[in-house]
């Protein structure tokens, strides 16, 4: 897998809430580069070019980050780290981005996607999802985007835990307690599942 997407930022000097005020009035975005090797550089992104970027990369997917200091631009491979989001608006107030080694393995959240109609449905059982992501370890250009979940063969009262999930090669699932993914029970009866599943640890 190569690298296939390119965000150009800025080196931004002002720093505090007044400086990152001003930035959003422009409709620009505060950030920060953490390039993995000690040295974080703050940077500034336009609206637009961000939020297009994270539609299609999400938090998982390796991109480049082009930093433009005024005399020169520098280009890292990057995975976004944190958003800050506005309380009521639709826009980000700061963004993080993390510098990656892409031969050294990175863990990340990666979404799970769930396919199909499982058996234990179509007999009349409810399908219970306990999580909406998983962790994952693996070199950074190998991380998947999402992992799908086929659920057709759960049958009422059968379950997929997270040692189950079959992964990309490389790639391995990090947890601490072998956690219940999905479970198909009779309505009524899988809120104690839930709880299990719950109790089970946060992966």
Same mark, same amino acid.
């Given at each position: 897998?190569? &690298?296939?997407?390119?965000?150009?930022?800025?080196? *931004?000097?002002?720093?505090?809430?007044?400086?990152?005020?001003?930035? *959003?009035?422009?409709?620009?975005? +505060?950030?920060?580069?953490?390039?993995?090797?000690?040295?974080?550089?703050?940077?500034?992104? =336009?609206?637009?070019?961000?939020?297009?970027?994270? $539609?299609?990369?999400?938090?998982?997917?390796?991109?480049?980050?082009?930093?433009?200091?005024?005399?020169?631009?520098?280009?890292?491979?990057?995975?976004?780290?944190?958003?800050? #989001?506005? +309380? #009521?608006? *639709? $826009?980000?107030? %700061?963004?993080?981005?993390?510098?990656?080694? !892409?031969?050294?393995?990175?863990?990340? *959240?990666? +979404? !799970?996607?769930?396919?199909?109609?499982?058996?234990?449905?179509?007999?009349?059982?409810?399908?219970?999802?306990?999580?909406?992501?998983?962790?994952?370890?693996?070199? +950074?250009?190998? &991380? =998947?985007?999402?992992?799908?979940?086929?659920?057709?063969?759960?049958?009422?009262?059968? $379950?997929?835990?997270?040692?189950?999930?079959? !992964? =990309?090669?490389?790639?391995?699932?990090?947890?601490?307690?072998? #956690?219940?993914?999905?479970?198909? %029970?009779? =309505?009524?009866?899988?809120?104690?599942?839930?709880?299990?599943?719950?109790?089970?640890?946060?992966?």
């Amino acid at each position: 897998m190569s &690298i296939e997407r390119v965000l150009q930022v800025q080196k *931004r000097d002002g720093l505090g809430k007044g400086a990152s005020r001003r930035l *959003r009035v422009g409709d620009l975005v +505060p950030g920060v580069f953490y390039n993995g090797q000690g040295e974080n550089i703050a940077v500034q992104v =336009p609206s637009l070019p961000m939020e297009k970027l994270f $539609a299609a990369v999400g938090r998982n997917t390796v991109f480049h980050i082009e930093i433009d200091n005024g005399e020169k631009k520098e280009k890292y491979p990057a995975l976004i780290w944190d958003i800050q #989001y506005h +309380p #009521y608006k *639709r $826009a980000f107030l %700061h963004i993080d981005f993390y510098g990656v080694d !892409l031969t050294k393995e990175v863990i990340v *959240r990666v +979404p !799970l996607e769930f396919i199909g109609v499982s058996k234990g449905v179509k007999l009349g059982g409810q399908l219970e999802t306990y999580r909406e992501n998983v962790r994952l370890s693996g070199k +950074p250009l190998d &991380i =998947p985007k999402k992992i799908s979940i086929d659920v057709t063969e759960l049958d009422i009262n059968g $379950a997929i835990h997270v040692a189950d999930v079959t !992964l =990309p090669k490389g790639i391995c699932a990090v947890y601490s307690t072998n #956690y219940c993914i999905v479970a198909v %029970h009779i =309505p009524g009866a899988g809120e104690e599942g839930a709880e299990g599943a719950a109790e089970s640890g946060t992966a």
